[in-house]
Structure formats: structure tokens, C-alpha cells
Antibody, heavy 119, light 107 residues
Framework: EVQLVESGGGLVQPGGSLRLSCTTS????????MDWVRQAPGKGLEWVGR??????????EYAASVKGRFTVSRDDSKNSLWLQMNSLKTEDTAVYYC??????????WGQGTLVTVSS | DIQMTQSPSSLSASVGDRVTITCRAS??????LGWYQQKPGKAPKRLIY???TLQSGVPPRFSGSGSGTEFTLTISSLQPEDFATYYC?????????FGQGTKVEIK
């Protein structure tokens, strides 16, 4: 069974940092691109970033709204994905989901972890 | 960035109705489009990828069509468990972009 479990969310002040984790099991992690998607309270879905596989040099891509502040990384030996978030803004408040990419878009997701940026 | 315009933003329908949701892309995206269903408090669930390929395990009352800039998700006979919010996602180019969502409510 494919499982993705996010952790690391919480309350942080504006300008602060937080690191989200996504631990996975039940599939060949190293063979999949992995995505982060977020959803602000009561709002729609927003694609945040992606890490490709070793075959593609673990290249990362980001939404303009987070580029330069957020970093996606992975460790294939640990079947794990991370999202390092720096210089957080109130508008980064959201539930953050990690997703396994298959055929170009996420097909399996974690349950999400809530990040609240507030003073 | 490619903009995805989804319509309608909400609709009311009855069990058994045929429902159609549309997404328009601001530029051509071939068929690099997925459809997702999301229920309150839950992660999204992929229904369709490649514009028309049904995700394994998804009932065949869901179907997708379109290519280029205009895409459609159709639910042929709405069931009680289909009341949810639906999103399209283009993945032709970075960044990926979602439509604004369509909330399907009970009439």
C-alpha cells in the first residue's frame, strides 16, 4: 500500500523558518518525481514545487510565489522528501500536501500538515 | 505562467444528473491535464490524467475530454458520493497550475 505521511507543520512567526517532512512507503520512491502542493484555508489548490529523480539530476522547480524562499529536497535512501521554508509570510499559511507524481501529476497524496504563519 | 480558467465555480445538481465542468488554458497544453476531486478535510484524489485516461479504481461515470486549450470533465450520472469540489491541473509546463475549483452541491 502506498503511504505518504507529512509532518513538521505548526505555528511560526512571519520571517521564520520551518521544515516539512514527507516519509513514504509502499512504492519505488527513487523512480518518482515528488511534488508539494498547498491549500490556504478555504481556498483552492496551489502547486508549490517538485523534485525530479536522479536520472534528471534531482532538478527542482518552484512556483513564483515561493521561489528563492522554499527548497525541495529528497533522500532516496530514506524514501523521504522535505520542504525547507524560509522567510515565511502570512500568505504561506496553508495545509501542505506531498504527492507522488505518476504520468505527470500527483496520483497519491499524504494527509497534509498545517502551517500557520502568524505573530 | 499558464492560467487555467475553470467554470462554473459552483453548481447545484440532483442525484442522477449529468454534470459537465470545463477548464480553459491560456495557451495550448496538448493533453497534459488532470482532474481531481476533493472532499472537505481530505487530500485531493486524482480522477483523470492525460486529459482522458481514467485513474485506476475510479468509476466509469467519470470521463474527460479535450486537447489544446479546452477540456471537460463529465459525470454521467451524479451519485451521492460525488458531491465535492473538482479541480483541473495543467502540467504541460512549470509551474503547474490548478483551476479555481468547481463545488458540486446537492440541489
Amino acid at each position: 500500500e502506498v503511504q505518504l505521511v507529512e509532518s513538521g507543520g505548526g505555528l511560526v512567526q512571519p520571517g521564520g523558518s520551518l521544515r516539512l517532512s514527507c516519509t513514504t512507503s509502499g512504492f519505488a520512491f527513487s523512480e518518482h518525481y515528488m511534488d508539494w502542493v498547498r491549500q490556504a484555508p478555504g481556498k483552492g489548490l496551489e502547486w508549490v514545487g517538485r523534485t525530479k529523480t536522479k536520472l534528471y539530476s534531482y532538478t527542482t522547480e518552484y512556483a513564483a510565489s515561493v521561489k528563492g524562499r522554499f527548497t525541495v529536497s529528497r533522500d532516496d535512501s530514506k524514501n523521504s522528501l522535505w520542504l525547507q521554508m524560509n522567510s515565511l509570510k502570512t500568505e504561506d499559511t496553508a495545509v501542505y500536501y506531498c504527492g507522488r507524481d505518476a504520468n505527470g501529476s500527483p496520483d497519491d497524496w499524504g494527509q497534509g500538515t498545517l502551517v500557520t504563519v502568524s505573530s | 505562467d499558464i492560467q487555467m480558467t475553470q467554470s462554473p465555480s459552483s453548481l447545484s445538481a440532483s442525484v442522477g444528473d449529468r454534470v459537465t465542468i470545463t477548464c480553459r488554458a491560456s495557451q495550448g497544453i496538448r493533453n497534459d491535464l488532470g482532474w481531481y476531486q476533493q472532499k472537505p478535510g481530505k487530500a485531493p484524489k486524482r480522477l483523470i490524467y492525460g486529459a482522458y485516461t481514467l485513474q485506476s479504481g475510479v468509476p466509469p461515470r467519470f470521463s474527460g475530454s479535450g486537447s489544446g486549450t479546452e477540456f471537460t470533465l463529465t459525470i454521467s450520472s451524479l451519485q451521492p458520493e460525488d458531491f465535492a469540489t473538482y479541480y483541473c491541473l495543467q502540467y504541460k509546463s512549470y509551474p503547474g497550475t490548478f483551476g479555481q475549483g468547481t463545488k458540486v452541491e446537492i440541489k
